[in-house]
């Protein structure tokens, strides 16, 4: 039976090695996903997920488990991204989320995409990704974790250590923005509310 990250986190704090390895294995992937989404650059990716476990190895005897243990790491990795972004005063680039999966496309048998469809999609995740700088920091963090990265509002109320009903706000306000500025393109009756404008994306680099 899979432990759960309670249970590793506890053996990892009593000394178990192996334990934490098995964390970073089960989490490496959403926090490099998360990384790369709010850089937009894979080494810089890279880099901020290794140092995202090697400071929660560092620092998790004092995990006092009054949120989850992946609200945790995703706190630790938006402040590394965050100070990514302000040591090199880059302009972050957001990248849609991940398409369809060719083998899960397949399976579904049906019609082959087009040139025409792919440039289509090209065009859309170009006029998201603009579309997205609009947005504040907060609003863009909020619609990343939830939309992007599916964590729910509590979830994300732990990570970002901050209100509900605060979180809520900037999804929403965040999502009137993004639906703005991408009618504004001329994606008229996009249906933003649901992200479905946003789901076509290039996919994440492998994780190193």
């Given at each position: 039976m899979?432990?759960?990250d309670?249970?590793?986190?506890?053996?990892s704090?009593?000394?178990?090695l192996?334990?934490f390895?098995e964390?970073?294995?089960r989490w490496?992937?959403?926090?490099y996903?998360l990384?790369?989404?709010?850089?937009?650059?894979?080494?810089d990716?890279?880099?901020?997920?290794?140092?995202?476990?090697?400071?929660?190895?560092?620092?998790?005897?004092?995990?006092k488990g009054?949120?989850?243990?992946?609200?945790w790491?995703?706190?630790?990795?938006?402040?590394?991204?965050?100070?990514?972004?302000?040591?090199?005063?880059?302009t972050?680039?957001?990248?849609a989320?991940?398409g369809?999966?060719?083998?899960?496309?397949a399976?579904?048998q049906?019609?082959?995409?087009?040139?025409?469809?792919?440039?289509?999609?090209?065009e859309?995740?170009?006029?998201?990704?603009r579309?997205?700088?609009?947005?504040?920091e907060?609003?863009?963090?909020a619609i990343?974790?939830k939309e992007?990265?599916?964590?729910?509002?509590?979830?994300?109320?732990?990570?970002?250590d901050?209100?509900?009903?605060?979180?809520?706000t900037?999804?929403?306000?965040?999502?009137?923005?993004l639906?703005?500025?991408?009618?504004?393109?001329?994606?008229?009756g996009?249906?933003?509310?649901?992200?479905?404008?946003?789901?076509?994306?290039?996919?994440i680099?492998?994780t190193?």
């Amino acid at each position: 039976m899979q432990s759960t990250d309670e249970e590793l986190v506890a053996r990892s704090i009593g000394g178990d090695l192996e334990s934490f390895n098995e964390l970073v294995r089960r989490w490496e992937r959403p926090i490099y996903a998360l990384a790369y989404r709010t850089l937009g650059r894979e080494e810089d990716a890279r880099d901020v997920c290794q140092e995202t476990f090697l400071r929660a190895y560092r620092s998790i005897g004092g995990f006092k488990g009054q949120a989850k243990f992946s609200s945790w790491l995703y706190r630790i990795a938006l402040n590394l991204c965050r100070d990514w972004m302000r040591k090199d005063r880059r302009t972050p680039v957001y990248q849609a989320p991940e398409g369809l999966d060719v083998i899960e496309m397949a399976a579904e048998q049906g019609p082959v995409e087009t040139i025409e469809d792919l440039v289509s999609r090209n065009e859309m995740s170009e006029r998201v990704h603009r579309a997205m700088t609009k947005l504040s920091e907060e609003q863009r963090t909020a619609i990343i974790l939830k939309e992007y990265q599916g964590l729910t509002f509590q979830e994300i109320a732990d990570t970002l250590d901050c209100p509900l009903s605060t979180v809520k706000t900037r999804l929403y306000q965040g999502l009137v923005v993004l639906r703005r500025e991408l009618e504004r393109q001329g994606v008229t009756g996009a249906r933003v509310v649901n992200f479905d404008a946003a789901r076509i994306g290039r996919p994440i680099p492998d994780t190193p």
